[in-house]
């Protein structure tokens, strides 16, 4: 079994700043990618950013230069800083973990951003 645990989203004013934090644990032997996708309210699942195990990131076009990401391969945590937050971020973030065979994926974190 593998558990793909997510926290610390909540509401935040624009402008503002979150951090997310993504666990993997249980048989996960072979991790390597771990990222995030976002769904807004109306909206398709959307590419946020991802980071393999090697460090090599991808980022959505919309949050580059706002949001980073970064792992640490120790504890199998995936990170997600969020500056310079946009109403249009609002969202729930998923985390996924990927092993040889397949994607697994988190429930979900809500991220709000209103004033």
């Known amino acids: 079994q593998v558990q793909v645990v997510e926290s610390g989203g909540g509401l935040v004013q624009p402008g503002g700043s979150l951090r997310l934090s993504c666990v993997a644990s249980?048989?996960?032997?072979?991790?390597?990618?771990m990222g995030w996708y976002r769904r807004a309210p109306g909206k398709e699942r959307e590419l946020v950013a991802t980071?393999?195990?090697?460090?090599?990131?991808t980022y959505a076009d919309s949050v580059k230069g706002r949001f980073t990401i970064s792992r640490d391969n120790a504890k199998n945590t995936v990170y997600l800083q969020l500056n310079s937050l946009k109403p249009e971020d609002t969202a729930v973030y998923y985390c996924?973990?990927?092993?040889?065979?397949?994607?697994?994926w988190g429930q979900g974190t809500q991220v709000t951003v209103s004033s």
């Open positions: 249980g048989s996960i032997f072979g991790l390597d990618a």
């Open positions: 980071i393999r195990n090697g460090g090599i990131t």
């Open positions: 996924h973990a990927d092993l040889p065979l397949k994607r697994y």
